[in-house]
């Protein structure tokens, strides 16, 4: 399907932070190209949010210095391993968007989807609450805390075409269209349950061990997935790939939620647990090149983190591989947006662009 057609700018949403301060509808040029209209918007929130959006302080720094050491424990760090100062730095300069999908594109919305973009490192900041911006994210069924100013813009985006369209103020109403038909798509939104049940068509009626408390169903998942990373560091990829499954199977479909004051920590830890577990086994089908099975453990885990560059990459890889060169190559440019920094990305852009060019001259 072509996508509409689009103009020479289009329009989009500043939300500030501050009440008192009115809406802007701002524009930008319009790309033709498509790695440039993927990324144009964010390069140019990541300026503003630089310009705006304050830096991050010690308590800030801090919060990531946790973070990132919890990155390290899941990968096979020791605990307590100290962060490299250069790295935590390095970090806090950074500059992001966050994406927040709230009428997501897919086929029963004919592919025109409506987004949020926030300030990544909104808490560590310390930014203040965006009351506005967290009232349309309620009203779209999608209840956030968003910290700092948000931009709202639409684009149609079928997974092979993409195309910016305009997006007015007078469209954040809570009863325009595309909100009531965001409201209505996300209360009935697939959640992340039923997504990794996805990984087994016939859909099982219990996890794994139905009867494991969910604490035990946390650690057994989590040295599930250190066993894989084990056999796959190891290159038993056949290994690996079994033991990420198994884990999954542990929470596919949900098991009953955690009780107790513990609960909200328990049930981010499966998510993120998850999330690893779907991005590692792609990761295997990629060297097993089921191109197919890798594709579909990354929508699984698009679906849980569509913000992830990891998914967005492998995915491309995969479409790469399949010689699908059009929707390879806008996996990837959505993966390099995500992770500018990253050589990696850009140079299999590069390599996408030149099989491409190769298979057109034949």
């Not at 932070?17 to 990324?39: K, V």
């Not at 290994?239 to 990420?244: D, E, G, I, L, R």
Request: charged share 25%; net charge negative.
């Amino acid at each position: 399907m072509p996508p509409p057609a689009g103009g020479p700018t289009f329009s989009y949403v500043l939300i500030p932070w501050d009440d008192s301060e009115p809406l802007q509808q701002l524009s930008l040029r319009n790309p033709t190209d498509l790695q440039e209209s993927l990324g144009c918007l964010t390069t140019e929130l990541q300026g503003h949010f630089r310009k705006y959006g304050g830096s991050v302080g010690d308590e800030g720094k801090e919060a990531l210095k946790k973070s990132l050491q919890e990155q390290m424990e899941k990968q096979g760090s020791s605990k307590g391993t100290e962060v490299d100062p250069k790295m935590l730095a390095q970090m806090a300069s950074s500059q992001t968007v966050d994406i927040v999908q709230l009428l997501p594109a897919t086929e029963a919305s004919k592919w025109y989807g409506v987004t949020m973009y926030v300030d990544d490192k909104g808490v560590a900041k310390g930014a203040p609450v965006n009351r506005r911006a967290s009232d349309i994210c309620a009203q779209c069924g999608m209840p956030t805390e968003v910290r700092g100013d948000a931009f709202v813009a639409r684009a149609w985006d079928d997974q092979d075409g993409f195309q910016r369209l305009d997006f007015s103020i007078s469209e954040l109403a809570s009863d325009a269209a595309w909100m009531v038909e965001a409201r209505s798509k996300n209360a009935n939104r697939m959640n992340l349950e039923q997504a990794a049940a996805k990984l087994n068509l016939s859909g099982p009626a219990k996890p794994a061990e139905p009867e494991l408390p969910y604490d035990e169903r946390l650690d057994k998942a989590s040295e599930l997935r250190a066993e894989g990373t084990t056999a796959f560091k190891a290159s038993d990829v056949g290994a690996a790939a079994t033991k990420y499954e198994a884990a999954l199977a542990l929470f596919t479909p949900s098991p009953p939620p955690p009780q107790g004051e513990d609960a909200a920590a328990m049930l981010k830890q499966a998510t993120e647990l998850r999330l690893a577990c779907l991005l590692n086994l792609a990761a295997c089908r990629l060297k097993q090149q089921r191109y197919y099975d890798v594709i579909s453990a990354c929508d699984l885990a698009i679906e849980i983190d569509d913000g992830s560059a990891k998914a967005w990459f492998r995915r491309g890889q995969a479409c790469m591989a399949l010689q699908q060169f059009g929707a390879a190559r806008k996996n990837l440019t959505r993966a390099a947006t995500l992770l500018p920094s990253s050589r990696e990305i850009r140079d299999e852009i590069e390599r996408c662009k030149q099989l491409a060019e190769e298979r057109a001259a034949l």
